[in-house]
């Protein structure tokens, strides 16, 4: 004897659900733009590095103002000294703040990011000749000098073509 059909038979069978299929348009990013990044975090560390230096050098800092102004008092040395130390402080700040931003910003491959970064490094440019010829530590100077030459690798390797090919797929 044959079995009574039950209404669930004459439903059509499910098929499984799927998400509709889009093109995948993230892009990893090239190896120049990898690297410069990592030369950017290393510009970040360089300057955090600096900026202990400076605060660990202030006793220098008011010798070289006391030989250098005899007769100026110790409240206008301890001014100018708090005055330098502030400067730098917040410069350093800065500093630090814009290598983490350039990095972050050009690993999203921002093209906005790219000149920036580049218009950062033409004033570290300037900012670096200048450093170099006033009377300062040589540790000073010592930390100034990587911190250019990753300044201009990380430049360099963001206007590579791969980098430029990154930028330009909209990857972000």
């Known amino acids: ?10 439903l059509p069978k499910a098929r499984p659900v799927t998400a509709p299929v889009q093109p995948v348009t993230t892009m990893l990013a090239p190896g120049s733009v990898r690297t410069a990044v990592k030369l950017m975090y290393a510009g970040a560390v360089l300057a955090a590095l600096d900026l202990v230096i400076t605060l660990t050098t202030v006793g220098k800092a008011e010798s070289l103002l006391r030989t250098a102004h005899p007769g100026w008092t110790s409240a206008e040395i301890t001014r100018t000294v708090h005055a330098e130390v502030s400067y730098f402080l917040v410069t350093w700040l800065v500093t630090i703040g814009l290598w983490v931003v350039m990095a972050r910003t050009n690993q999203a491959g ?38 250019w030459l990753v300044g201009a690798g990380a430049v360099a390797l963001l206007w590579r073509s791969a980098t430029t090919e990154y930028i330009r797929s909209g990857r972000t």
Do not use: C, H
């Open 110 to 147: 921002r093209g906005w990011a790219r000149i920036v970064a580049t218009i950062l490094f033409v004033i570290s440019t300037l900012n670096f000749a200048v450093s170099l010829g006033e009377p300062t530590s040589l540790v000073y100077k010592l930390v100034l000098v990587p911190m």
């Open 1 to 10: 004897m044959a079995k009574p059909k039950q209404p669930t038979d004459r």
